[in-house]
T-cell receptor, first 113, second 119 residues
Framework: DVKVTQSSRYLVKRTGEKVFLECVQD?????MFWYRQDPGLGLRLIYF???????EKGDIPEGYSVSREKKERFSLILESASTNQTSMYLC????????????FGDGTRLSIL | AQKVTQAQTEISVVEKEDVTLDCVYE???????LFWYKQPPSGELVFLIR??????QNEISGRYSWNFQKSTSSFNFTITASQVVDSAVYFC????????????????FGKGTKLSVIP
């Protein structure tokens, strides 16, 4: 079974802090994704990566950056956290072939105070 | 552009009733994949099924069944004899792997349908 592990289930940070959300997958997947989920808005793609050190912006990249130094790890960075970044963050990975399902982590509920 | 519409925002049913969750999609491509995911209250998204655009055969897995109709661009999900454990948010998603470029593995999600099964 694919295992996608997010470092924290719950996280509370303060406005202006730099926040790191970590995601690790154990299936040697090429593609990794970061989403945020908000009530009434569904899942929105922030960034994705299709290879080590490669990244592409998703639909809502503003205020975020990512890092993929190793194939198994994909980090989401909030450069200067703001209250409107309070959300549920979900990481996913998928194999390189098109049409494969994405496998998700348990999610991180991030609160910015 | 791709789009997935789940018109039902919330549904409540009494245990043992059957329930159908609707999904309508838009894509200009002939090769694509459709997915259903379940998100229980604990938060993780669980993959349920994948369907490719060339396979219109309906699928049944226990109490779950899926009806794919290309003519109406729909991929509906039916739960038979619902149970309290079915309470969750269900997402329909679309993938178009023929899209050129690095975005070819993205999923376009609907906004989800929250299903509440009342004992």
């Amino acid at each position: 079974d694919v295992k996608v592990t997010q470092s924290s289930r719950y996280l509370v940070k303060r406005t202006g802090e730099k926040v790191f959300l970590e995601c690790v997958q154990d299936m040697d997947h090429e593609n990794m994704f970061w989403y945020r989920q908000d009530p009434g808005l569904g899942l929105r793609l922030i960034y994705f990566s299709y290879d080590v050190k490669m990244k592409e912006k998703g639909d809502i990249p503003e205020g975020y950056s990512v890092s993929r130094e190793k194939k198994e790890r994909f980090s989401l960075i909030l450069e200067s956290a703001s209250t409107n970044q309070t959300s549920m963050y979900l990481c996913a990975s998928t194999a390189g072939q098109g049409g494969q399902p994405q496998h998700f982590g348990d999610g991180t509920r991030l609160s910015i105070l | 552009a791709q789009k997935v519409t789940q018109a039902q925002t919330e549904i409540s049913v009494v245990e043992k009733e059957d329930v159908t969750l609707d999904c309508v999609y838009e894509t200009r491509d002939t090769t694509y994949y459709l997915f259903w995911y379940k998100q229980p209250p604990s938060g993780e998204l669980v993959f349920l099924i994948r369907r490719n655009s060339f396979d219109e055969q309906n699928e049944i897995s226990g109490r779950y069944s899926w009806n794919f109709q290309k003519s109406t661009s729909s991929f509906n999900f039916t739960i038979t004899a619902s149970q309290v454990v079915d309470s969750a948010v269900y997402f329909c998603a679309l993938s178009d792997p023929t899209y050129s470029g690095a975005g070819s593995y993205q999923l376009t999600f609907g906004k989800g349908t929250k299903l509440s099964v009342i004992p």
